[in-house]
């Protein structure tokens, strides 16, 4: 089956202004390819250009260079050069992102956080509400957290409620930047189970592990982007 989203020469180098200028190349010619119904893992040393590679396919970063075919509304849009409302309609569309910290919105409650993205696709407010207890519940969120705002949560908690926002909607394209890094075993395996659903459901993933057992679990290919450095013999 045809890719996805194809990554093709991607680079990034960032430009330091406040530092005289200085370049520091992070990727040179990264390609790599996502398919519907797997999960592709990015791994490497840290520092490789992990995270950098996750940012410039949501579009927070912009690539220096190459190309990010997606398939976005029937049609094949490159993603590195998109307009920025290009971008937000891709994002509102096609791929979808759990980073790895809840950004928080003050006096807003967890079960209105994760049912917003619904609720903004046009949903009936009370279904899109259940389908959000439905998951924060699966997540082990004490119940009597759920009208709360996450600012006082813990980490743990706080990441839930981030996964739950993310796995709510049906993105073709999910990108995962260490969703399971602040959980317990137990909360991990609901995550790898979230995972192995969308897989079946027709989802292309790709994310950040490192938790080993998670990674294995969940992983159809490991990407090793230290193959992608500017100068490999400093890889
Ligand atoms: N906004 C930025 N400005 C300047 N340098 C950056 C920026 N973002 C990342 N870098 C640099 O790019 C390199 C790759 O960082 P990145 O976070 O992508 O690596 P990673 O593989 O995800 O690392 P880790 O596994 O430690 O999270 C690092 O040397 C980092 O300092």
């Known amino acids: 089956m045809s890719p996805v989203l194809t990554v093709s ?8 202004h406040l530092r005289g200028g200085i370049e520091l190349p992070v990727i040179a010619n990264a390609g790599f390819a996502l398919h519907a119904g797997t999960c592709a893992v990015l791994g490497g ?24 075919p ?16 290009t971008v937000l309609d891709i994002r509102r569309e096609t ?28 949903m ?17 969120l004490p119940e009597r957290l759920w009208s ?29 930047d260490e969703p399971t890094a602040s959980l317990d075993a137990a909360n991990r395996a609901v995550v790898v189970e979230m995972i192995a659903e969308k897989k079946r459901a027709g989802a292309a993933l790709l994310g950040i592990f490192h938790d080993t057992d998670v990674r294995n679990a969940v992983a159809d290919i490991v990407i090793d982007v230290t193959s992608f450095a500017p100068d490999k013999k400093a890889a």
């Open 148 to 176: 709360l705002p996450p600012a006082t949560f813990s980490g743990g908690e706080q990441q839930r409620v981030n996964i739950a926002r993310g796995f709510i909607t049906e993105h073709p394209i999910l990108l995962l």
């Open 70 to 85: 997606v398939r976005h509304r029937g049609a094949e849009i490159d993603l590195a050069s998109a307009d920025p409302r």
């Open 124 to 140: 009936d407010r009370d279904e899109a509400a259940r389908r959000a207890a439905d998951l924060l519940a699966r997540l082990n």
């Open 95 to 122: 791929i979808g992102y759990v980073s790895q910290f809840l950004r928080v919105v003050p006096r807003v409650g967890a079960l209105d956080i994760v049912a917003e993205p619904l609720v903004e696709r046009g």
């Open 45 to 68: 040393r840290s520092g490789a250009g992990k995270s950098s590679i996750l940012k410039m396919l949501y579009g927070n970063y912009a690539a220096s260079g190459g190309s990010i």
């Open 9 to 16: 020469g991607l680079a990034k180098t960032f430009t330091m």
